[in-house]
């Protein structure tokens, strides 16, 4: 599955892929409420990022060790979500992906 966007600002637009759906947006921030969206078992829909990320990263506790998952409440939200990506990304939960729909 690919829940694909065309960038409207013509910069590249991050991808991260989780099993075979691929997210695509403009920011970190987009693909994590894509995710938060497509998590069907997530009770809190629509509520805060960082409410979906501390629901979240339990769930990820056989693959992100529990001394990386802290949900800081300095970090700005778009500096958060790409952190949580990097993470998901670093110990394998998911991967950021080239957009080969870019032109160089």
């Not at 960038?7 to 894509?34: C, N």
């Not at 997530?42 to 990320?53: C, D, E, I, K, M």
């Amino acid at each position: 599955m690919d829940r694909a966007r065309h960038s409207t600002m013509g910069a590249p637009m991050m991808v991260f892929q989780v099993g075979k759906t691929e997210y695509r947006g403009d920011t970190a921030l987009e693909i994590v409420r894509a995710l938060e969206s497509d998590t069907k078992d997530y009770p809190h829909r629509g509520q805060t990022v960082r409410s979906f990320l501390k629901w979240s990263l339990p769930g990820l506790s056989e693959q992100i060790p529990p001394r990386d998952m802290h949900v800081s409440k300095r970090m700005k939200l778009e500096e958060l979500a790409l952190n949580y990506l990097c993470l998901r990304d670093e110990y394998g939960a998911g991967r950021f992906l080239i957009d080969r729909d870019v032109e160089g």
